[in-house]
């Protein structure tokens, strides 16, 4: 499978986390601060799928911003609204991650913000370079550059992210979601009640972003998801990856659309041919 270009020359990875992270906070804030009473749901791909007016809000939020500090790059989001650029970099963005707990007031969702490279509308072709995962509600803030490891950023300093020591799948936490059509549920909890024996136990926080994270802080010891787009795990699984945990997909390290796994990296040769074979059988290509 072909991979991602290389970052443009003499780019400045620290600078697009740095900037990841302000606009980051900045929509964090927003959805919090500026939560009305009444948040004007809407529904998109099922009735099921709700869109919030403050998804849209954070949205234009973080175009405004990434147009001021980075006007040669373009954006990419789960909401309406993109731009294009000619610097090699997109930003792809989702403005809240874990929308349902948002909904119903969980204090488990994200702002999540990566800058890549390649193509983000094409799988395989594209690879993130930078990222922030900020949960404005607990205040914690993960990010990375690529090369430069993870950290976690919380009121109380900075600390660097691993991944645990896990080796033994039966004693595995494992974290996963579901995708918001019936038709793919019921082919994902198929393949859940083939996994589900072979590990310790699942969790399902319902943001991936975080679920990305959270194996970073070794809060899972894996994680996998089929039918996620691509900004739900933009940011997170480069937090995942330079915290030491691997990465991958139906095929080698190369998420897509059909399977993103993550694990940490004893357990990662098992828990990778597993969820590759559980996957193919119960859900299939879909990219
Ligand atoms: C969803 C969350 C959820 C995952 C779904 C995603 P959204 O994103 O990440 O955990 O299981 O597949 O669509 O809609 O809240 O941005």
Redesign the pocket.
Known sequence: MATASAPPEGIDLAGLEEVACRVARAAGRLVVDERPADLRVTSKSTDT?PVTEMDQRSQELILRLLGEQRPDDAVMG?EEGSAAGTSGITWVV?P?????NYLYGIPSYAVSVAAVTGDPTRPGHWDSVAGAVLNPVTGELFHAHRGGGARLTTPGGTRTLRATLATELGMALVGT????AASMRARQAALLVDLLPRVRDIRRH???ALDLCGLAAGRLDAYY?T???AW?RAAGQLVAREAGAVVGGPVDDVPTRELVWGAAPGLAAEFGDLVRDLSARHVGPLD
């Open positions: 799928d789960e989702d809240i991650d874990g929308t349902v979601g579901f995708g918001y319902g943001g991936a998801e039918a996620l787009n739900d």
